[in-house]
């Protein structure tokens, strides 16, 4: 069965350190793997995606991920993070047997200390 | 308009009422999603249109669940007679079909409360 895991409800990091939200995915075929953060009280944000290419993907607030195939993961990083990066991310999947449906993960709170 | 837009922001009702949720999807979108995103949850698929094909019924919950989407405007979800489990927030997303895969503009959604 096709599914998306983020093994942690809360991630705490404090400002200025590296930050790492887990996701790893199990599907058929090549995956199409995305981040999601939803901001407090509003919809949810395409942060970035990874379809084909280089493992190491960048995205918006300089937000990147890698992909790694041989341990199916997609895990969320930035370098350095800041207060405002506090919000929760969702981790989502490509269906493989659909060209339109998500699979998505039950999302990570990140809290971000100053 | 500049993004997706959705009415109610917020919505109480009581037990066995019915609500109609609404969203007007970004102009030139031909793909409309809807989720439910319980208290704490990730995201529940409830259905998808894409143009004037026949939408994806495949996650609505139950009978009292339907949505309407004429031609690639606005679409509104109703829930008839309400029940305490429908409580959540009600996400509606938009993408263009052919558009880059996986990425949807979402609106900030309906949150409902039944009492």
């Known amino acids: 069965a096709q599914s998306v895991a983020q093994p942690e409800d809360q991630v705490n990091v404090a400002e200025g350190n590296p930050l790492t939200v887990k996701c790893t995915y199990s599907v058929s075929g090549n995956p199409y793997l995305f981040w999601y953060v939803q901001y407090p009280n509003r919809g949810l944000q395409f942060l970035l995606k990874y379809i084909t290419g280089d493992n190491l993907v960048k995205g918006s607030y300089g937000f990147e991920a890698e992909f790694n195939k041989s341990q199916t993961s997609f895990h969320l990083k930035k370098p350095s993070a800041l207060v405002s990066d506090s919000a929760l991310y969702f981790c989502a999947v490509r269906d493989a047997d659909s060209n339109y449906q998500l699979i998505w993960g039950a999302g990570t709170k990140l809290i971000i200390k100053p | 308009g500049a993004g997706v837009s959705q009415s109610p922001s917020n919505k109480v009702t009581e037990k066995g009422k019915d609500v109609e949720l609404r969203c007007d999807p970004i102009s030139g979108h031909t793909a409309l999603y809807w989720y439910r995103q319980r208290l704490g949850q990730g995201l529940e698929f409830l259905i998808y249109f894409q143009g004037n094909s026949a939408p994806d019924k495949s996650g609505l919950p139950s009978d009292r669940f339907s949505a309407e989407r004429t031609g690639e405007s606005v679409s509104t979800l109703t829930i008839q007679r309400t029940q305490q489990e429908d409580s959540a927030v009600y996400l509606c997303?938009?993408?263009?079909?052919?558009?880059?895969?996986?990425?949807?503009?979402f609106g900030e959604g309906s949150r409902l409360t039944v009492l």
């Open positions: 997303a938009s993408s263009l079909a052919g558009g880059p895969p996986g990425e949807l503009f």
